[in-house]
Nanobody, 122 residues
């Protein structure tokens, strides 16, 4: 079992930045590829970024590439999502998730956090 706890969300103005964190506990964090998803009201959950167990490979959705940066620190059992140049359309609940095996654009993950709200005002 892997427990994931997100933090770092909040209310920010358009053009600002946020860094989301996801702290993992339980089984060995470095075994897992990690992903960040988001779900806006009335919309389906979408994968925005993913990172392999070593951090050597990353994936970004087209809608966020160039503004979002995913990274991880296996010594701290934490994965991060740096979000720059925030837009109102980035408003959503952001979730981190863990899966065994690297499949860059896959949506199937084994463990999920509870989410953190990001709200961007115009």
């Amino acid at each position: 079992q892997v427990r994931l706890v997100e933090s770092g969300g909040g209310l920010v103005q358009a053009g600002g930045s946020l860094r989301l964190s996801c702290a993992a506990s339980g089984r060995t964090f470095s075994y897992y590829a990690m992903g960040w998803f988001r779900q806006a009201p009335g919309k389906e959950r979408e994968l925005v970024a993913a990172i392999s167990w070593s951090g050597g490979s990353t994936y970004y959705a087209d809608s966020v590439r160039g503004r979002f940066t995913i990274s991880r620190d296996n010594a701290k059992n934490t994965v991060y999502l740096q979000i720059d140049t925030l837009k109102p359309q980035d408003t959503a609940v952001y979730y981190c998730a863990a899966r065994l095996g690297w499949a860059p654009s896959a949506n199937q993950y084994d463990y999920w956090g509870q989410g953190t709200q990001v709200t961007v005002s115009s």
